[in-house]
C-alpha cells in the first residue's frame, strides 16, 4: 500500500494544477478510517469526501463523477474502470493481469521493476510522487 504522506503529497500537488473534489474509498475498518481521517485533517472539508461509511450503491454514483482515480487496491481499480473512469493503479502485488484488460487502466510499476505478481510485495517508496503526479497530468490535460 502506498503511503498515506504519498497521497497527501500527490494531492496537494494536484490541488495546485486543478480546482479539485477529492473522493476517498476506503472501507469501514478502523485502520483505513484512520487512514482517511489522517487525509481529511489537511484539506478543507468542502474539498473532500470519505466513502467509508456509504455502501456500493451509495459509493458508484459518486465514483462515477469522478475525473481520475488513483488506487493502490484493486477492488476500486475495477469499480472505476467500470465506471468508465480514467484509472491509475499502483501495482505492488497486483499481477497485469488485474490492470491491462482495459484502455482506462494505466498501471505504475515500482522503479526497478518490469513484472509484477501477488507474492511480488515491492516497496511502496519505489513509486514516486512526481512519477505519479506525471501520469495524473498527462491523462487530465
Known sequence: MWKTKYFLELMKKIEIKFDCFFVIAVDSSEKEIKIANQIVENFERDKIMIL????????????????????????????????????????????????SYSKLQHSILPEGYKEIDHDTKADPD????????????????
Open 126 to 141: 519505489l513509486i514516486s510522487v512526481e512519477n505519479v503526479l506525471s501520469k495524473v497530468l498527462s491523462i487530465l490535460n
Open 52 to 99: 467509508g461509511d456509504k455502501n456500493i450503491s451509495q459509493s458508484i454514483p459518486i465514483i462515477a463523477c469522478c475525473d481520475i482515480s488513483i488506487c493502490n487496491d484493486t477492488s476500486f481499480q475495477h469499480l472505476s474502470c467500470l465506471l468508465n473512469v480514467p484509472t491509475i493503479i499502483l501495482r505492488f502485488d497486483s499481477p497485469s493481469a488485474y490492470s
